[in-house]
């Protein structure tokens, strides 16, 4: 069974450029997480998707920050205009419906803002 | 709200030895589960153990074991014959009905051969 599958491994922006990364949760899995985890800390939640809807996005800056799972499915976290804070790593789990069940994670994506 | 603590930022061990990584909660929920994740370099956590809060067996998982202490709100983790390969960051997790994790600052385990 594939794992979490998480795109760009990497990423080396300006500062005020937008980005982008891509998250595949593992197959039926409804519920999707992105987390954000600064450098020496454990990672934080940004928004939690059950199926295509966002259920949890608190923790979501949303003046700059943007998530989506249009088909349930796959997800795309969107920072425009990127800040130096921002460089972090970037995680993405995902875990199968209503319940505490194990998370599994992606190999995330590491961002860092010049 | 949830917080986690983890009161080592390092520990190191000999291989073959035994270790103890230490971790604190406080939840205001009474149906919670308890997790450790393992990261190594490459950055995927890694799930090592899971406790159910209800349950009072420690879990255990190969050399992987877990001291529950409830009352005391402590989740400690214990490996067993230590290997190289066991050389990652350790975070203490905890999750609940908000179905999120809240995680601890992570442990750098060293595993000295």
């Known amino acids: 069974e594939a794992g979490v599958v998480q795109s760009p491994r990497y990423k080396i922006i300006e500062k005020k450029q937008p980005v982008a990364f891509w998250c595949n949760p593992i197959?039926?899995?409804?519920?999707l997480y992105w987390y954000r985890q600064n450098l020496g800390q454990g990672p934080e939640l940004l928004i939690r998707y059950e199926n295509e809807e966002a259920v949890d996005d608190s923790q979501l800056p949303k003046d700059r920050f943007s998530a989506e799972r249009l088909k349930g499915v796959d997800s795309t976290l969107k920072i425009q205009p990127a800040e130096l804070g921002d460089s972090a790593v970037y995680l993405c789990?995902?875990?199968?419906?209503?319940?505490?069940?194990?998370?599994?994670f992606g190999p995330g994506t590491r961002l860092t803002v010049l | 709200a949830q917080t986690v603590t983890q009161s080592q930022p390092e520990m190191s061990v000999q291989e073959a030895e035994t270790v103890t990584l230490s971790c604190t909660y406080d939840?205001?929920?009474?149906?919670?589960?308890l997790f450790w994740y393992k990261q190594p370099p490459s950055r995927q956590m890694i799930l090592v153990i899971r406790?159910?809060?209800?349950?009072?067996q420690n879990a255990t998982e190969n050399r992987f074991s877990v001291n529950f202490q409830k009352a005391a709100k402590s989740f400690s983790l214990k490996i067993s014959d230590s290997q190289l390969g066991d050389a990652a960051m350790y975070f203490c997790a905890t999750g609940g009905s908000n179905y999120k994790l809240t995680f601890g600052k992570g442990t750098l385990l060293t595993v000295n051969p």
């Open positions: 939840t205001s929920e009474s149906d919670y589960y």
């Open positions: 789990a995902s875990k199968p419906g209503f319940s505490t069940d194990t998370q599994y």
């Open positions: 197959s039926g899995h409804n519920t």
């Open positions: 406790q159910e809060a209800y349950k009072q």
